[in-house]
């Protein structure tokens, strides 16, 4: 099954959204580093709601696109979950630590889409 980086950038902000995440965002970061073309970032009230989000992004992205995950963390805290697609990056927040942690400022230069369902 292929999937470009466009594409799956869209099937995790799908995930996300479909358990409620806010403030979705797709960030292109091919031009401005080689960790991954795609950081997808969203928000959430509680450590419950990150982790359902996480949760879902994991189980479509296995069972539509037949992709696992490379490397996860930050589940068991819930503050902020990291799931690395390699190609694709999901940053799941807390509301706090999103604006703590700042990655929309952090790297301004990247072009973000705001994701709607």
Not at 72 to 92: F, I, P, Q
Request: with cysteine.
């Amino acid at each position: 099954m292929s999937n470009t980086p466009e594409e799956m950038s869209r099937a995790i902000a799908k995930a996300a959204s479909d358990k409620k995440a806010q403030d979705i965002v797709i960030m292109r970061m091919a031009e401005l580093t080689t960790a991954a073309d795609y950081f997808i970032v969203c928000s959430a009230n509680t450590a419950t709601q990150v982790r359902a989000i996480a949760d879902n992004i994991e189980d479509e992205l296995l069972e539509k696109h037949e992709k696992s995950y490379l490397h996860k963390e930050g589940y068991r805290e819930g503050e902020w979950v990291l799931l690395d697609y390699g190609d694709c990056v999901a940053h799941v927040f807390m509301t706090e630590s999103r604006a703590f942690y700042a990655l929309e400022r952090l790297w301004s230069d990247a072009p973000i889409t705001h994701y709607e369902d």
